[in-house]
């Protein structure tokens, strides 16, 4: 139960005075559900202004907060001419404020003629003329901030309203005891946690409270990690010894790499003891993960147990399915899938087999793990995609056997290390980072958008010769729809030049729709699969050796590489045109740059964290896995080892949660919303 101490702070942010429904549609779309995401919004900069008594031409450039009185209205003839509101100071000098948008009355009502304001804004010359275009504007006696934080914001919501806000949300804020060790406080010279809170907010400049907030997020998830391995490693589980029988039915047409043969080691070693194993799989597109998991699952199934498979889709968990009975064919294993859509006979059979253990390894989606799912003798889960589940879905495993499941977690994005320990720090690792024999490296081509007739042209000699090729449309950040209406349009330019051998794939279909596309695709009905980005295009297809990304400049690296990871997995060669918009950042050029560059996930990994700066981690926001909302990836890479330190020092030598500090440290894990860790220490 979350500390009484903390309630204010996660009471809903309608409780603040002002906020009524028009309010909390801009601070829903910014995450501010609560008063602690008010507090936990930090500013992103600020404004330092300068307080005068009169205007002076030495001031342009700068930003000022200066009392003027009204004096004439101006409107031009057109409806988008800007309102131009000529006014004067104390001592007679003309400044015009300038309003945009089309429309005088608000300008009017804000400023009465002849009615003393204070206003504010960046001082700027148009032609002879000192101007302020959009001023802030206050009563008479309204002073403005020297320093003045910027916060992000949504439509309908200005940077002092939201202030107005955090003032109350700071209001709320309770002292609250320490949980840093004391010299790492003392050596940092932090201030106390409220302290923090207020500084950052009054001063975005204020370095020392930045930090230690961050450090405060990253020791709460370290902490949270370290009370998840901490207990699975003192719970008994089972061990897995396989005898080799069934792998060594294995047909392979090709031998296994150094790395998967050195990663089947270190799981058959886990497998082997009986605290239950928690390793993350991590390899490139391409590596062979799903080989290793085969192996392992064998290893599981040649001990007498059961295996599962958990895939974050439906269309990712058939897939599967397909490929382990290919992989598995002929030998003595039966294997069902189970997803949400499986419905009557069918799903009964699949539930009575799994119970009476005649189904020894099932493959589906998070619908494996409900209530009536029920195993015979479940031993080992493997987690594909790890970054979609969080420790809360990792720990729901621990229930379905008898005695805890080894749990094996795959992803094929490749992770920096330093994220890898922040996000899977309680986890063991096994890197594949070697390819296959034979597997040639995508080429990759960046081609600008307006060439967009000649990569059509070269898309249809590329179907010419029997080939497939995906077409991946625009990152469209306003909305899903606006992703689908972008899908949808290029669809039907393709259809009008290739006809029905161009499909169209997307988020808001139902399965048995998505699955259709994807059979047609598969089975080379189609030529060309036009998709959004919201739906994963895992299908494995060897004859498309071509994949197109529309306006490649608005992605992140990491989700670039997972698309590109799309082709290639046929013998040959295969191509990657990202086609990119005209004004290029200097974060996008190096972007594209690297993506033509280099095949390496795990560099493209590291240089993604490196030019993202503190944008978003991974390329996009994953359900399941919290992101970090104060510790930029600079700070995270500089504080996280004293957090991951801190937090076992508190576990191995000062009591963990039950000392004082500790108790500390437990109000903490609520804070940043890393309870289940403690919820580990209720039910162990």
């Known amino acids: 139960m979350r500390p009484e101490i903390l309630n204010p702070l996660f009471a809903e942010v309608a409780a603040l005075k002002g906020v009524g429904p028009a309010l909390a549609k801009p601070l829903d779309r910014l995450g501010i559900a609560r008063v602690v995401d008010l507090l936990f919004h930090l500013p992103s900069g600020w404004v330092d202004r300068v307080a005068r008594d009169e205007l002076d031409e030495a001031d342009v450039g700068r930003t000022i907060a200066i009392t003027?009185?009204?004096?004439?209205?101006?409107?031009?003839?057109?409806?988008?001419?800007?309102?131009?509101?000529?006014?004067?100071?104390?001592?007679?000098?003309?400044?015009?404020?300038?309003?945009?948008g089309g429309g005088s009355g608000w300008a009017r009502k804000q400023l009465p003629l002849g009615e003393p304001k204070?206003?504010?804004?960046?001082?700027?010359?148009?032609?002879?003329?000192?101007?302020?275009?959009?001023?802030?504007?206050?009563?008479?006696?309204?002073?403005?901030?020297?320093?003045?934080?910027?916060?992000?914001?949504?439509?309908?919501?200005?940077?002092?309203?939201?202030?107005?806000?955090?003032e109350q949300a700071l209001a709320r804020a309770p002292v609250l005891d320490e949980w840093i060790e004391p010299s790492l406080k003392a050596?940092?010279?932090?201030?106390?946690?409220?302290?923090?809170?207020?500084?950052?907010?009054?001063?975005?400049?204020?370095?020392?409270?930045?930090?230690?907030?961050?450090?405060?997020?990253?020791?709460?998830?370290?902490?949270?990690?370290?009370?998840?391995?901490?207990?699975t490693r003192k719970r008994r589980g089972r061990s897995l010894q396989g005898d080799g029988r069934l792998r060594d039915l294995l047909r392979l047409p090709y031998q296994l790499t150094g790395a998967q043969a050195r990663s089947v080691r270190e799981i058959e070693g886990d497998l082997a003891q009986s605290a239950p194993m928690l390793r993350l799989l991590q390899g490139d597109v391409g590596a062979g993960k799903t080989l290793v998991a085969a192996m392992a699952l064998l290893i599981a199934i040649e001990a007498g147990a059961q295996g599962a498979l958990l895939a974050p889709t439906e269309i990712l968990a058939r897939q599967h399915y397909d490929t382990l009975r290919r992989l598995l064919a002929g030998l003595p294993v039966e294997i069902a899938v189970l997803t949400g859509r499986d419905k009557g006979r069918a799903r009964e059979a699949t539930l009575m087999g799994l119970a009476n253990g005649s189904i020894q390894l099932l493959i589906g989606t998070h619908a494996i793990f409900q209530e009536a799912v029920r195993y015979r003798d479940l031993g080992l889960v493997v987690v594909d995609e790890q970054h979609r589940f969080g420790v809360a879905e990792r720990m729901l495993l621990q229930a379905k056997g008898q005695t805890p499941p080894h749990v094996l977690a795959m992803t094929a994005t490749p992770i920096p290390r330093t994220l890898t320990l922040a996000l899977h720090g309680e986890m063991d690792q096994s890197r594949l980072d070697e390819m296959p024999p034979g597997r040639e490296p995508i080429e990759t081509r960046v081609v600008s958008e307006e060439r967009i007739d000649e990569v059509v042209n070269a898309l249809g000699r590329h179907l010419a010769e029997g080939k497939q090729a995906y077409w991946v449309c625009p990152l469209v950040e306003e909305s899903a729809t606006s992703d689908l209406q972008a899908a949808e349009a290029r669809a039907a330019s393709l259809q009008a030049r290739f006809g029905d051998r161009v499909a169209l794939v997307h988020g808001r279909m139902r399965g048995a729709e998505k699955d259709a596309v994807m059979a047609r695709f598969s089975a080379n009905e189609a030529g060309v699969l036009v998709a959004t980005t919201v739906i994963e295009v895992g299908v494995?297809?060897?004859?498309?050796?071509?994949?197109?990304?529309?306006?490649?400049?608005?992605?992140?690296?990491?989700?670039?590489?997972?698309?590109?990871?799309?082709?290639?997995?046929?013998?040959?060669?295969?191509?990657?045109?990202?086609?990119?918009?005209?004004?290029l950042s200097e974060t996008s050029r190096a972007r594209l740059a690297l993506m033509r560059e280099s095949n390496d996930g795990f560099r493209i990994a590291e240089e993604d964290l490196r030019l993202r700066g503190a944008g978003e981690l991974l390329g996009t926001r994953q359900s399941g896995e919290a992101m970090f909302r104060l510790a930029t990836p600079e700070l995270l890479g500089e504080l996280l080892p004293a957090a991951t330190d801190d937090a076992r020092l508190l576990i191995d030598r000062d009591g963990g949660l039950e000392g004082a500090r500790g108790q500390a440290a437990r109000v903490a894990l609520y804070l940043f919303e890393r309870e289940a860790g403690v919820a580990l220490l209720r039910s162990g």
């Open 118 to 166: 204070r206003v504010s804004g960046r001082l700027d010359r148009y032609g002879d003329a000192l101007q302020i275009v959009h001023p802030e504007i206050g009563g008479e006696e309204e002073g403005f901030r020297a320093r003045e934080s910027i916060y992000p914001l949504s439509e309908g919501l200005t940077s002092r309203r939201l202030a107005a806000l955090v």
């Open 187 to 231: 050596r940092h010279d932090w201030p106390d946690w409220r302290d923090a809170v207020e500084r950052i907010h009054t001063d975005p400049a204020d370095a020392a409270a930045r930090a230690r907030l961050a450090y405060d997020e990253l020791f709460a998830n370290q902490l949270a990690l370290s009370l998840v391995r901490a207990d």
């Open 540 to 583: 494995d297809v060897p004859n498309a050796t071509l994949i197109v990304i529309e306006h490649a400049d608005r992605f992140g690296l990491a989700q670039l590489h997972q698309l590109r990871g799309r082709v290639g997995r046929g013998g040959g060669r295969s191509v990657c045109l990202l086609l990119r918009g005209g004004a």
């Open 68 to 100: 003027l009185t009204p004096r004439e209205y101006r409107s031009g003839s057109s409806p988008r001419a800007p309102t131009r509101v000529q006014a004067t100071d104390a001592a007679g000098n003309h400044a015009s404020l300038v309003f945009f």
